[in-house]
């Protein structure tokens, strides 16, 4: 089995920059703040040989082509491109992140 290679998108790099900021903004540590980043990456990582092991997201009872990984407070919304697993977003959990996706609430 091949693994697959991870793209992030713009949108998706600056999400896990505003979350080291904030792990940073709450902890006053570089080393922190990194390490909960690079942990958080490594959580996507691990869907690499198995892309579709992630959560399936629905919207309206329909597949939307997305997966999601789970870590701590977040969620990372990917989809399988070829053979990329392309990172779109990053956000938190609590938030109503289906309008951030598809811009509007279900």
Known sequence: MVAYKIR???A??????DIWDGVFEVSYDFDTADKY???????IAKKKKAPMSGIPLY???LFTGFYSVN??????????????MEVIRVLLAKMD?????FGESE
């Open 8 to 10: 992030y998108t713009p």
């Open 37 to 43: 980043v690079d942990d958080l990456a490594d959580e």
């Open 97 to 101: 992140y289906m309008k951030v996706l």
């Open 59 to 61: 919207y309206r009872g």
């Open 12 to 17: 998706a790099q600056k999400d896990m920059e």
């Open 71 to 84: 870590f701590k407070a977040y969620k990372a919304f990917y989809r399988i491109n070829g053979n990329c």
